[in-house]
């Protein structure tokens, strides 16, 4: 199975000025430099989205899916990974498949989710629609994702993400370093310390 996501875009910050003020060591009063750090805070949480797959925010989401894994024999259902977290209960929206008449929306009743830390499982009616073979991606899932608010992202991702901004501002665009071997940057760009924080958290299956 293969997908793809398009993830709606941020509608403020996953963290706040005065934290990262407080984390740089800048008196929260000053907001000279309050549109650098906004710039900053937006291009690490951006890169931690796209290394995790896991969206420090709330957002809609529409996974499309080439194809459904078959389940249990013994159960009428196939299924497909929802691979943007966190997802709760009640997130998705909207299920459509495909067919060759055009879109044809999937009742509730006809599918389940299963929300997982990592990525929740969505239980569709075997047999259910009938996709159109010449569509890339026949099945559209719409659902919400990410964290409520700074107060619900793990400490630990938080603690990464500062030290990214912190890192982006010392270094200015530079590695700060001459590579993985010499304790620098890996190829993303990430420096290896704060790679081994936001590896806990990383949904690595986004193609399988």
């Given at each position: 199975m293969t997908d793809r996501y398009e993830v709606s875009a941020p509608t403020g910050l996953a963290v706040s000025l005065d934290t990262v003020k407080l984390f740089?060591?800048?008196?929260?009063?000053?907001?000279?430099?309050?549109?650098?750090?906004?710039?900053?805070?937006?291009?690490?949480?951006?890169?931690?989205?796209?290394?995790?797959?896991?969206?420090?925010s709330p957002r809609t989401v529409v996974g499309k899916f080439d194809?459904?894994?078959?389940?249990?024999?013994?159960?009428?259902?196939?299924?497909?990974?929802?691979?943007?977290?966190?997802i709760n209960d009640g997130a998705v929206t909207l299920v459509q498949l495909m067919g060759v008449s055009g879109a044809e929306t999937i009742v509730a009743a006809d599918y389940r989710l299963k929300p997982f830390d990592e990525q929740a499982r969505l239980y569709l009616i075997r047999g259910i629609g009938t996709p159109d073979p010449f569509e890339p991606y026949p099945l559209r899932v719409t659902?919400?994702?990410?964290?409520?608010?700074?107060?619900?992202?793990?400490?630990?991702?938080?603690?990464?993400?500062?030290?990214?901004?912190?890192?982006?501002?010392?270094n200015r665009g530079d590695c700060g370093g001459c590579g993985e071997a010499a304790g620098g940057c890996n190829a993303l760009g990430l420096p290896q310390s704060i790679q081994a924080k936001l590896a806990m958290f990383r949904i690595r299956r986004v193609f399988a």
């Open positions: 740089l060591k800048i008196d929260i009063g000053d907001i000279s430099r309050d549109d650098e750090l906004t710039l900053l805070i937006a291009d690490a949480t951006d890169m931690v989205e796209r290394y995790t797959n896991r969206l420090l194809s459904i894994s078959s389940g249990d024999c013994a159960m009428p259902y196939d299924y497909a990974w929802l691979r943007r977290a966190p659902f919400t994702a990410g964290y409520a608010n700074e107060a619900a992202i793990p400490p630990a991702l938080l603690q990464g993400l500062l030290e990214l901004i912190a890192f982006f501002d010392a």
